[in-house]
């Protein structure tokens, strides 16, 4: 099967930067929708960002917007997220997830990377 790598997370402190990467091995993302999520202790998974992979349309939940970017690199089969003016409440564990057999729905989902935001 697909496996969906994420890789940047860590700790860092309020007003800092992250860039989040997520990979596939066995397959490229061209035609599909690769989006990150996020879960918080106690929390549900939540919605951050996706991009569709051929016209790079975007888009985001109210909360990342303005702060953060999802962007591609075509020639590395990547995505990324980049997250600017980090808050203590963007810590969670973020998820890279494809619409690899669906055009409707996520099918696909990584490990998992932590990020930690301190006060």
């Known amino acids: 099967q697909v496996q969906l790598v994420e890789s940047g997370g860590g700790l860092v402190q309020a007003g800092g930067s992250l860039r989040l990467s997520c990979a596939a091995s066995?397959?490229?993302?061209?035609?599909?929708?690769m989006g990150w999520f996020r879960q918080a202790p106690g929390k549900e998974r939540e919605f951050v960002a996706s991009i569709y992979w051929s016209d790079g349309s975007r888009s985001y939940a109210g909360s990342a917007k303005g702060r953060f970017t999802i962007s591609r690199d075509i020639a590395k089969n990547t995505v990324y997220l980049q997250m600017n003016s980090l808050k203590p409440e963007d810590t969670a564990v973020y998820y890279c997830a494809a619409m690899f057999s669906s055009l409707y729905e996520y099918d696909s989902w990584g490990q998992g990377t932590q990020v930690t935001v301190s006060s």
């Open positions: 066995g397959r490229t993302f061209s035609g599909h929708t």
